[in-house]
């Protein structure tokens, strides 16, 4: 199976595109930033003795998009884990204060690039009869926090199209599901211990979920493992008690 992982040069990406490479596919990831972290994932899956290739994408970028599709594929599976947050993270402003170029920019990549990210791979799942596609989602989509509008709302419209497409793509055999992540442990640290020791509490497991965990989730979703699951939204134990703010 040849799966394609948008997003793949760190965190939940990298830990998915290890996943599916350990488990005999063969992977291509992509970065938009940070070629030299890309190239480490490739050969980590390497080493293990699977394949893999890195190659650039911007999900701004829609005729790349589409161009690394028809260079790299066809694919078996998407796991479309890639978002740009257009800065650091949450806004200070109020929302008022907010531009419009911001909404724009945001939506553009992360709605608007995924639905051509989807549409350039689909046809090649549908001749083949098979197809497995993620969207990677967020418990901000739901649940909301400060300052983050425009990438909760880019978040939320996935789970519209997942739903839609589910429908629309079931009957060639093409499955496609959501996973909704909460705050997942990668290799960036951003919040102090005693945060995320606090925010930890909230979840029924009393732990937050690892780059890994989401990647076991990712890869049972979008492998031939996930024989009939279709339209749902997976969230995982990070994100499963909700009204988690930070």
Same mark, same amino acid.
């Given at each position: ?12 990406? $990298? ?23 890309? /190239? ?13 290739? $890195? ?35 949450? &806004? ?24 051509? #990210?989807?549409? &350039?791979? #689909? ?29 909760? &709302? ?7 199209? $997942? ?19 909460? #705050? ?30 989401? $990647? ?7 492998? /031939? ?22």
């Amino acid at each position: 199976m040849h799966v394609l992982v948008t997003g793949g040069s760190s965190g939940i990406g $990298a830990a998915t595109a290890r996943a599916f490479g350990r488990a005999g596919h063969r992977v291509t990831l992509t970065y938009n930033t940070g070629p030299d972290r890309a /190239e480490r994932v490739v050969k980590e899956i390497e080493q293990a003795g699977g394949q893999a290739r $890195a190659v650039h994408l911007d999900l701004a970028d829609h005729d790349g998009i589409r161009a690394v599709v028809a260079e790299a594929g066809p694919f078996d599976s998407l796991i479309a884990n890639a978002v740009l947050w257009g800065g650091t993270g949450p &806004s200070q402003e109020a929302f008022e204060d907010v531009p419009a170029e911001h909404w724009t920019e945001m939506l553009h990549a992360n709605v608007v690039g995924n639905v051509v #990210l989807v549409q &350039s791979v #689909l046809p090649g799942m549908r001749e083949k009869g098979f197809g497995r596609i993620v969207l990677v989602s967020s418990g901000i989509a739901e649940e909301g926090t400060p300052g983050s509008g425009p990438y909760g &709302s880019a978040k939320a419209a996935l789970h519209g199209l $997942a739903r839609t497409l589910a429908w629309q793509a079931g009957g060639d055999g093409v499955l496609v599901n959501v996973l909704a992540a909460g #705050l997942t442990i990668t290799e960036r640290d951003f919040l102090p211990q005693a945060v995320l020791d606090g925010i930890a509490a909230k979840t029924p497991s009393r732990r937050l979920s690892t780059a890994e965990d989401a $990647a076991a989730l990712l890869l049972f979703l979008g492998s /031939e493992q996930n024989r009939n699951l279709t339209g749902e939204i997976v969230r995982d134990g990070s994100n499963a008690g909700r009204s988690v703010h930070v």
